[in-house]
């Protein structure tokens, strides 16, 4: 049994999701497609699931900002500190205020990145097993952010470029695990950042998926201690994780894939560094 702390996360009830508009390849064609009362259920299961090995935050969903339920966007939690994001796109602006509030009301010190696109922890991920941050980059954070977190935060930041609009933040196509395996998507990345990924994740920690297991949002997967939750994963992928050590929990978030988002964008770690 472990005695350390449940791991805290945050979330935010749909009460306002939709998709309303198009800034990633997925709510193409999707615009009032999402039924709301089938992603609210999907969204109480996720819930459930984190609940089982985690403490539940909620942040009220502002009407209007119907992208706001994504909360990993909200910024970059590290310590005590936190780094609201600036969105790229207009559409998400307004969901920053709310967020930032949150933040201060929760204690956590601001850092902002001034003028620099940035989309939190839809972009830049903690490693489980080494102080170090990945961040991706080239859909929607900005590459300057990555020297601005390194000098913030201290530790090693490792810029990876994103060249598949499909996996436009990097949490759609890696995501790091606490056993220090590394779940990913390789060809979301351009060669030097696949070269930076393999130069510090050794070959039997790389967890490289298929291209279906990616499109169903594989890699977008909240991994709290050894239970790795995710939309889907095919049988060979379940397999492989289960060999390494985790438990899979697959839960339907289909409502939320039409936004391109699905169970690690729904959801921000509080307790960072979340070392195992
Ligand atoms: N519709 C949202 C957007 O395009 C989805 C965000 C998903 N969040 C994430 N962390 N990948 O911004």
């Not at 390849?25 to 497609?33: E, H, S, V, Y």
Request: hydrophobic share 45%; net charge negative; charged share 25%.
């Amino acid at each position: 049994m472990s005695t350390s702390p449940r791991p805290r996360v945050l979330m935010c009830p749909p009460a306002h999701f939709s998709v309303d508009y198009d800034i990633n390849p997925w709510m193409t064609g999707n615009r009032d497609q999402a039924d709301r009362d089938r992603a609210a259920r999907q969204w109480d299961a996720l819930r459930e699931l984190v609940a089982d090995v985690a403490e539940v935050a909620l942040i009220e969903q502002v009407p209007g900002l119907p992208d706001m339920v994504f909360t990993a966007n909200a910024g970059l939690v590290y310590r005590d500190l936190a780094v609201p994001s600036r969105f790229r796109h207009a559409e998400r602006a307004g969901e920053q205020s709310h967020f930032t509030r949150w933040f201060s009301a929760q204690r956590f010190e601001l850092g902002p990145l001034e003028g620099i696109e940035f989309e939190g922890a839809g972009d830049a991920l903690l490693d489980r097993a080494a102080p170090r941050l990945w961040f991706g980059h080239g859909h929607r954070s900005d590459a300057r952010a990555g020297d601005a977190l390194g000098a913030l935060l201290g530790i090693e930041v490792v810029p990876l470029r994103l060249v598949d609009p499909r996996f436009y933040h990097l949490d759609t196509c890696l995501c790091p695990l606490s056993g220090g395996h590394l779940l990913y998507f390789p060809a979301a990345f351009d060669p030097a950042a696949q070269a930076a990924i393999a130069a510090r994740v050794p070959q039997d920690k790389r967890i490289a998926v298929s291209e279906r297991d990616a499109l169903a949002f594989a890699c977008n997967a909240v991994n709290l201690d050894e239970v790795v939750i995710l939309n889907r994963a095919t049988p060979a992928l379940r397999a492989q994780l289960e060999a390494a050590g985790y438990r899979v929990r697959e839960t339907p978030l289909d409502e939320f894939l039409k936004a391109g988002g699905s169970a690690k964008c729904l959801t921000l770690r509080l307790d960072e560094p979340g070392l195992a």
